[in-house]
């Protein structure tokens, strides 16, 4: 167990619809990364916050947007969903000392049918 | 640009000995981590390298040499819950924030 919760575990939601994923941080963390990960492929960096601040952005669609809280929670809002969105999602967290070192939480299943 | 490069996939025996490797073309960066992913799991951390050289943890080691863009995972005395993805990534310079991931590793492992 890294610490790191994700909810929910799985969703499966149809075409053109809006989905929420969320994500709790390891304590201490200030740091939240969220990844997809789509069938055998890689890691794909979306975005990543610290302590409520946007800090990086990676191949996030515009459909997609994110934002942490002042409890350090954080959402992946996605939009207008595509057939092609249908991917694994994670959430990590990293300590103080920089991004070196992520734990990841289980991840969201996503599947648009 | 900045790109990691590793094999596709790696099989070996068990008990044996695998290294795999992560070539890296990057202007500078701060160090090289390593992240171990079981087929519908998430990725774990495994390692980091901050410095050259050679960092061991129980039946992993990893190691990095700046001068030659290079790193490896060393797994030794293998067994078959180690059959699973590894990923290299690195934090460039002048980015505090992300790492730049490689593709990925899939480890087989033969009994």
């Known amino acids: 167990d890294s610490g790191v919760t994700q909810t929910p575990k799985h969703l499966i939601t149809a075409t053109g619809q809006r989905v929420t994923l969320r994500c709790s941080p390891r304590?201490?963390?200030?740091?939240v990364y969220w990844y997809q990960q789509s069938l055998d492929q890689g890691l794909q960096f979306l975005i990543q916050?610290?302590?409520?601040?946007?800090?990086a952005k990676g191949n996030i669609l515009e459909r997609f947007s994110a934002q942490q809280f002042p409890d350090l929670h954080s959402e992946l809002n996605l939009s207008s969903l595509e057939l092609g969105d249908s991917a694994l999602y994670f959430c990590?967290?990293?300590?103080?000392?920089?991004?070196?070192?992520?734990?990841f939480g289980p991840g969201t299943r996503l599947t648009v049918t | 640009g900045q790109s990691l490069e590793q094999p596709s996939e790696v099989t070996a025996v068990e008990g044996a000995i695998v290294q795999i490797n992560c070539t890296y073309q990057?202007?500078?960066?701060?160090?090289l981590s390593w992240y171990q992913q079981h087929d519908g799991g998430a990725p774990t951390f495994l390692s980091y390298?901050?410095l050259d050289g050679l960092e061991e943890t129980g039946r992993f080691s990893s190691f990095l040499s700046r001068s030659d863009s290079y790193g490896y995972l060393l797994l030794q005395e293998l067994q078959m819950k180690d059959s699973a993805s590894y990923f290299c990534?690195?934090?460039?310079?002048?980015?505090?924030?992300?790492?730049?991931w490689g593709a990925g590793t899939k480890l087989i492992i033969k009994p």
């Open positions: 990590a967290s990293s300590p103080p000392t920089g991004p070196s070192e992520q734990y």
């Open positions: 304590s201490g963390d200030l740091s």
């Open positions: 916050y610290y302590n409520g601040e946007e800090r």
């Open positions: 990057t202007s500078g960066f701060y160090g």
């Open positions: 390298n901050g």
């Open positions: 990534a690195v934090r460039p310079q002048g980015s505090n924030y992300q790492l730049i």
